[in-house]
């Protein structure tokens, strides 16, 4: 249920993230719950004196199910709090979002850039906003997210790298191998002539529900070629 939870379009990794922070805090009720013999969410399990169940075994089972999250997933114990900044730029505090994850990036205004951006009523507004439409939407967050910081003025453009940054994160392999099966059918040796703007339009595309308004670029075209 938790893998299927992580698929689809419009889902990023702070979907991820969140559904990772509930999967474990559910595991630990699982443990006590085998632990205790009450098997709430286990009723299978609870069966006669006659069939007794060995809560030993499922209780290492358990444990090394955690285990195998902490390890996978060691990386979001540090990461995950800044995923935050996506939709919560207007209250996160500087010292909360770890710079050194973004240095590879020019984002050296970062900061000046926050507090003038939390200064500005009308900017931090649009994201209180975002978290209304959000807590209403349970489909494509991401077109939600990045709409918001795509609005914002040039003048926060480190803001808006981090921001990218963290929404284009693939938020499951699931994501990742559907746009690589389609990269694979558009860059085939058949279309040899594709230039990489026009591969790269062709995967935006397929990968989005980006929608070209034909009608306007067929005048365009039309007025071009009047000349």
Same mark, same amino acid.
């Given at each position: /249920?938790?893998?299927?939870?992580?698929?689809?379009?419009?889902?990023?990794?702070?979907?991820?993230?969140?559904?990772?922070?509930?999967?474990?805090?559910?595991?630990?009720?699982?443990?006590?719950?085998?632990?205790?013999?009450?098997?709430?969410?286990?009723?299978?399990? +609870?069966?006669?004196?006659?069939?007794?169940?060995?809560?030993?075994?499922?209780?290492?089972?358990?444990?090394?199910?955690?285990?195998?999250?902490?390890?996978?997933? $060691?990386?979001?114990?540090?990461? =995950?709090?800044?995923? #935050?900044? !996506?939709?919560?730029?207007?209250?996160?505090?500087?010292?909360?979002?770890?710079?050194?994850?973004?240095?590879? /990036?020019?984002?050296?205004?970062?900061?000046? $850039?926050?507090?003038?951006?939390?200064?500005?009523?009308?900017?931090?507004?649009?994201?209180?906003?975002?978290?209304?439409?959000?807590?209403?939407?349970? +489909?494509?967050?991401?077109?939600?997210? !990045?709409?918001?910081?795509?609005?914002?003025?040039?003048?926060?453009?480190?803001?808006?790298?981090?921001?990218?940054?963290?929404?284009?994160?693939?938020? #499951?392999?699931?994501?990742?191998?559907?746009?690589?099966?389609?990269?694979?059918?558009?860059?085939?040796?058949?279309?040899?002539? !594709?230039?990489?703007?026009?591969?790269?339009?062709?995967?935006?595309?397929?990968?989005?529900?980006?929608?070209?308004?034909?009608?306007?670029?067929?005048?365009?075209? $039309? =007025?071009?070629?009047?000349?």
């Amino acid at each position: /249920m938790t893998s299927l939870l992580l698929q689809g379009a419009g889902k990023t990794v702070m979907d991820l993230y969140d559904t990772w922070k509930a999967f474990v805090a559910k595991l630990a009720v699982y443990s006590s719950d085998i632990k205790t013999g009450s098997f709430r969410y286990f009723k299978n399990l +609870n069966l006669s004196a006659i069939h007794p169940v060995n809560t030993t075994d499922l209780q290492v089972y358990m444990q090394e199910l955690k285990s195998e999250f902490s390890i996978r997933f $060691q990386d979001f114990q540090h990461i =995950g709090p800044v995923f #935050s900044f !996506l939709i919560r730029p207007d209250t996160l505090k500087y010292s909360e979002l770890d710079a050194s994850l973004f240095e590879w /990036m020019e984002t050296e205004e970062l900061e000046m $850039q926050l507090i003038d951006f939390q200064a500005t009523s009308l900017w931090s507004a649009k994201f209180k906003d975002l978290r209304e439409i959000l807590e209403t939407s349970t +489909n494509d967050h991401a077109a939600s997210i !990045l709409s918001s910081w795509t609005s914002l003025p040039d003048k926060f453009n480190c803001m808006k790298k981090v921001a990218f940054a963290l929404v284009s994160a693939f938020g #499951s392999t699931y994501q990742r191998e559907q746009i690589f099966s389609h990269m694979k059918h558009i860059l085939n040796p058949h279309r040899s002539k !594709l230039t990489t703007d026009h591969s790269e339009g062709c995967v935006k595309l397929k990968v989005s529900r980006y929608s070209p308004k034909i009608s306007t670029l067929a005048k365009g075209k $039309q =007025g071009q070629g009047s000349h």
